[in-house]
């Protein structure tokens, strides 16, 4: 209305030039004029968020996405303590904790969240129907790890509610980082009556997802764009200044995230390798946190596979250089060259786990590795070196690392590489399948403990993408879950470890760094080690 009767005065090609022509400050003044938000804070995502079903969501980009439309019993505060969600107080024991519910935490159709929500999604999760690859964060429950292998019916969870706002848990084994797990996805609640209208369409579109988070999901087109708007219902919508995250875009390409930001079409990005010069030319101010994330090479132990031939793993791990990898393949300042599966943040008994369980020394050496390979011949059957699957993403990082160990892997060892480069969504498919030799991965912590790290690589855990198995480590992370004894708990997952480093199931590359820039006019950006990151929630729009 207010547009029609600017062009019946002539002047809307005025305003239309000058849309066009200022900032992105200027242009959010302009839409407040026209009732559109003046708190909008704008974001590119680099792949489509493959999975917004919380039960079944496994990666990055689904987890930021799902932090900002759902909320569990707790969540993460500004520096990463853990903060009341839709549970405002709580006890805890070795056997087990009761929630009490706010009674003013509401669905964003205005109905309340209820004890009985968080009950049908956790047994929806560990129902074996399900196939949830996050259902293993489940198992300190009760019965848990029993009903997901069908020994018994979801019904059986050790989780009951007394009236509508109290939650009780009972837990199968002592867990002094439960609190670090409700926060997480595959805790958030969903309710059942929603879930029943959608069924397998829950979650596939905005429309098919009911929020109880600080927002909701109002338009997604896929492979495209996302925006999420301020949920009036949220019980804390006072603390909640941005009314809306647009997602304009959705690339993979770097070179255009840093072009939107220096158009000022989005207001925070992460840099890659090649953006930090252009960022210093153009007098950025760059900001850096460790994201606590390790990623490596995990190799395939499925039959048929040759990669489960372990002297064929040390002839590779003996070839590779960290230093000098991060050194010209990331590039980021302060990143770290992997060298374990538990990296260096994570905290043991009374100081890192690192400085109280040393890593073990790592030495290259192309000599040791001709000899590695040629026992690996031996034992395969081959007359020369294989040819092997690279499973990659399809970034200009991803791209560049898989270039870096093709010619290694030819020049050292005479192997030939082949890469399989897939959008984001396609290549977790393809690492679920097993369609690959060696798969370029990475583990964000979901909880601040080791065990976060240790169990990834145990028989249970679906993201165990090659399904190694070792029936020893299973063994010592078991005896790490099943007691409260914080020198026990790390011995064990200590001893874990050094198997892992022996065995190669994967060979650690580096922990990650990110370099970031967000506008001047944006503040309050939290960016978390554990939790949504970046995370918006709190952030406000300071013109």
């Known amino acids: 209305m207010v547009l029609k009767n600017l062009k019946r005065f002539g002047v809307l090609s005025l305003i239309l030039s000058f849309i066009l022509f200022f900032s992105q400050s200027s242009t959010q003044s302009l839409w407040a004029a026209v009732g559109a938000p003046a708190q909008v804070l704008n974001y590119a995502l680099s792949s489509e968020p493959p999975q917004l079903n919380a039960m079944k969501a496994t990666d990055q980009q689904s987890f930021f996405v799902l932090g900002?439309?759902?909320?569990?019993?707790?969540?993460?505060?500004?520096?990463?303590?853990?903060?009341?969600?839709?549970?405002?107080?709580?006890?805890?024991?070795?056997?087990?904790?009761?929630?009490?519910?706010?009674?003013?935490?509401?669905?964003?159709?205005?109905?309340?969240?209820?004890?009985?929500?968080?009950?049908?999604?956790?047994?929806?999760?560990?129902?074996?129907?399900?196939?949830?690859?996050?259902?293993?964060?489940?198992?300190?429950?009760?019965?848990?790890?029993?009903?997901?292998?069908?020994?018994?019916?979801?019904?059986?969870?050790?989780?009951?509610?007394?009236?509508?706002?109290?939650?009780?848990?009972?837990?199968?084994?002592?867990?002094?980082?439960?609190?670090?797990?409700?926060?997480?996805?595959?805790?958030?609640?969903?309710?059942?009556?929603?879930?029943?209208?959608?069924?397998?369409?829950?979650?596939?579109?905005?429309?098919?997802?009911?929020?109880?988070?600080?927002?909701?999901?109002?338009?997604?087109?896929?492979?495209?764009?996302?925006?999420?708007?301020?949920?009036?219902?949220?019980?804390?919508?006072?603390?909640?200044?941005?009314?809306?995250?647009?997602?304009?875009?959705?690339?993979?390409?770097?070179?255009?995230?840093?072009?939107?930001?220096?158009?000022?079409?989005?207001?925070?990005?992460?840099?890659?390798?090649?953006?930090?010069?252009?960022?210093?030319?153009?007098?950025?101010?760059?900001?850096?946190?460790?994201?606590?994330?390790?990623?490596?090479?995990?190799?395939?132990?499925?039959?048929?596979?040759?990669?489960?031939?372990?002297?064929?793993?040390?002839?590779?791990?003996?070839?590779?250089?960290?230093?000098?990898?991060?050194?010209?393949?990331?590039?980021?300042?302060?990143?770290?060259?992997?060298?374990?599966?538990?990296?260096?943040?994570?905290?043991?008994?009374?100081?890192?786990?690192?400085?109280?369980?040393?890593?073990?020394?790592?030495?290259?050496?192309?000599v040791q590795a001709k000899r590695y390979l040629t026992e690996a011949l031996k034992e395969l059957g081959l007359s020369k070196p294989p040819s092997l699957i690279w499973l990659t993403g399809d970034t200009p990082g991803a791209a560049r690392e898989a270039e870096y160990f093709q010619n290694l892997f030819k020049v050292a060892l005479g192997v030939d590489l082949k890469i399989d480069k897939q959008i984001f969504k396609q290549r977790l498919a393809k690492m679920t399948s097993g369609d690959f030799d060696i798969v370029s991965a990475g583990w964000g912590p979901d909880f601040a403990d080791p065990m976060t790290f240790s169990e990834l690589m145990t028989s249970w855990n679906e993201n165990n993408r090659g399904k190694y198995k070792n029936d020893e480590y299973d063994r010592l992370v078991r005896a790490a879950q099943a007691t409260s004894n914080p020198k026990v708990r790390m011995d064990s997952m200590a001893a874990a470890e050094k198997i892992v480093l022996e065995e190669l199931p994967i060979v650690p590359t580096y922990e990650r760094t990110i370099v970031f820039l967000h506008q001047a006019w944006v503040d309050g950006i939290t960016r978390h080690v554990i939790g949504p990151d970046p995370d918006f929630t709190f952030a406000k729009v300071v013109k």
């Open 68 to 366: 900002h439309v759902m909320e569990g019993l707790t969540r993460y505060g500004k520096n990463g303590e853990i903060v009341a969600g839709v549970a405002e107080s709580w006890k805890i024991s070795d056997q087990g904790a009761t929630f009490q519910l706010r009674k003013n935490a509401k669905w964003a159709d205005g109905k309340p969240v209820t004890a009985k929500d968080f009950i049908f999604s956790w047994q929806t999760a560990v129902d074996p129907k399900t196939a949830s690859e996050y259902a293993f964060i489940l198992y300190p429950v009760k019965n848990a790890e029993k009903i997901n292998k069908g020994k018994l019916p979801p019904s059986e969870l050790g989780v009951t509610a007394v009236g509508d706002h109290t939650l009780k848990v009972i837990f199968e084994k002592p867990c002094g980082y439960f609190l670090g797990l409700t926060a997480f996805a595959t805790y958030y609640p969903v309710r059942e009556d929603f879930f029943a209208t959608k069924k397998d369409r829950y979650a596939a579109n905005a429309e098919d997802l009911l929020s109880n988070g600080a927002y909701t999901l109002t338009k997604w087109v896929h492979g495209a764009s996302l925006q999420m708007d301020k949920n009036p219902h949220y019980w804390n919508k006072a603390a909640v200044q941005i009314d809306r995250i647009d997602i304009p875009y959705i690339t993979p390409d770097n070179n255009a995230r840093f072009n939107f930001f220096k158009d000022r079409k989005v207001d925070v990005i992460d840099l890659g390798k090649d953006d930090l010069p252009k960022a210093q030319n153009e007098g950025f101010k760059m900001k850096s946190f460790s994201d606590g994330s390790v990623f490596f090479m995990e190799f395939n132990f499925r039959p048929g596979r040759i990669t489960a031939n372990k002297n064929l793993r040390k002839a590779i791990q003996s070839i590779f250089n960290p230093e000098e990898y991060v050194a010209k393949v990331i590039s980021i300042p302060g990143t770290k060259p992997g060298k374990t599966l538990i990296p260096t943040w994570v905290r043991g008994v009374k100081d890192l786990f690192r400085k109280e369980y040393p890593a073990l020394p790592h030495k290259t050496d192309f």
